[in-house]
């Protein structure tokens, strides 16, 4: 079955940086566009990030640009989030996932969450 294991999380200071790694299985990874999301306490989950299954093209919510590098590695069915200059509205629990292009947006593929991995920042 779809499996997502994210990893990486921890607690920073503001200002400080976090990488993050998924690794996807139960599903024909290649194929997919791969996404990180976040949700903080109270509040719905976020997308953050996707990357293609094609080019490696890759799409970022305004408010992580410049900070946030998603990439991936087929080979190994993994994804994963460099994370840079973090603050503490970056504070959330961060999951991977696949993505379906949608018009001009994305459909998430699979209704199975991973635990996903603490981000927590401090100031």
């Known amino acids: 079955q779809v499996q997502f294991v994210e990893s990486g999380g921890g607690l920073v200071q503001l200002g400080g940086s976090l990488r993050l790694s998924c690794a996807a299985s139960?599903?024909?990874?290649?194929?997919?566009?791969m996404s990180w999301h976040r949700q903080a306490p109270g509040k719905e989950r976020e997308l953050v990030a996707v990357i293609s299954s094609t080019d490696g093209s890759t799409n970022y919510a305004d408010f992580v640009k410049g900070r946030f590098t998603i990439s991936r590695d087929n080979a190994k069915n993994t994804v994963s989030l460099q994370m840079i200059s973090l603050k503490p509205e970056d504070t959330a629990v961060y999951y991977c996932n696949a993505e379906i292009p949608y018009g001009s947006t994305w459909y998430t593929a699979w209704d199975y969450w991973g635990q996903g991995t603490q981000v927590t920042v401090s100031s």
């Open positions: 139960g599903f024909s990874f290649g194929a997919y566009a």
